[in-house]
């Protein structure tokens, strides 16, 4: 089946620690993203790419970092700068420019719920 | 900016009652505009859709319609199950340019009581 998968599923961190949450997708797609979600908040971009190689800050950047040198694989670090880590994170992708009017529509995976030691 | 403004939550209704979940959006040009659904501790999940203005989208009895005039696209549902339950989001992507980002409404809480 095709779909995006993130683990863990839960995860803790200790204090001064970085800590790396996976995210594959076997859909093809261009673009992956990465959000926050704080409870009874909505979602927070953290960074997206939309190309192998390639990625942009989102719009609460600081305290993460990412790689993007697979097609397949997006996975997010949240360092020990990031001070309030504790959160649901979820993963997304989309098809981008080949995928015509769907171009923009993303999938999400089930989730990482991280929180603190 | 471009920007998409949800009526809060959360809304608490009883099985068989009507649901509507304003969504009114802020953008240039012609966005695309989707619905999503995020049951407890799950992902989210594409609802619906509408890439131009009168589209309705429509799944699993929800539907929406794409009103340019006065900007925005309320999700309707005639009859709601306790398993509707879960948080809905609006979102609208701008298609110009190669832009791929979402923007996201905070999302509205519906609860559905037996």
């Known amino acids: 089946d095709g779909g995006i998968t993130q683990s863990p599923k839960y995860l803790f961190r200790k204090e001064g620690q970085n800590v790396t949450l996976s995210c594959e997708q076997n859909?093809?797609?261009?673009?992956m993203y990465w959000y926050r979600q704080d409870p009874g908040q909505g979602l927070r971009l953290i960074y997206y790419?939309?190309?192998?190689?390639?990625?942009q800050k989102g719009d609460i950047a600081e305290g993460y970092s990412v790689s993007r040198e697979k097609k397949e694989s997006f996975p997010l670090t949240v360092t020990s700068a990031q001070k309030n880590p504790t959160a649901f994170y979820l993963c997304?992708?989309?098809?981008?420019?080949?995928?015509?009017?769907?171009?923009?529509?993303?999938?999400f995976g089930a989730g990482t719920r991280l929180s603190v030691l | 900016g471009d920007s998409v403004t949800q009526m809060e939550g959360p809304v608490t209704l009883s099985e068989e009652a009507f649901l509507t979940i304003n969504c009114t959006y802020t953008?240039?040009?012609?966005?695309?505009l989707f619905w999503y659904v995020q049951y407890p501790g799950e992902g989210l999940q594409l609802l619906l859709k509408?890439?131009?203005a009168d589209d309705k989208g429509s799944n699993k009895g929800f539907e929406a319609t794409y009103r340019k005039e006065t900007t925005s696209f309320h999700l309707e549902k005639g009859s709601v199950q306790v398993s509707d339950s879960a948080v809905y989001f609006c979102?609208?992507?701008?298609?110009?340019?190669?832009?791929?980002?979402?923007?996201w409404g905070l999302g509205t809480s519906l609860a559905v009581n037996p």
């Open positions: 953008a240039t040009g012609y966005p695309s």
């Open positions: 859909l093809n797609h261009d673009a």
């Open positions: 997304a992708s989309s098809p981008g420019t080949s995928g015509g009017l769907a171009k923009n529509i993303q999938y």
């Open positions: 979102a609208l992507s701008n298609n110009a340019g190669n832009n791929r980002k979402l923007i």
């Open positions: 509408a890439t131009k």
């Open positions: 790419s939309q190309i192998v190689n390639d990625f």
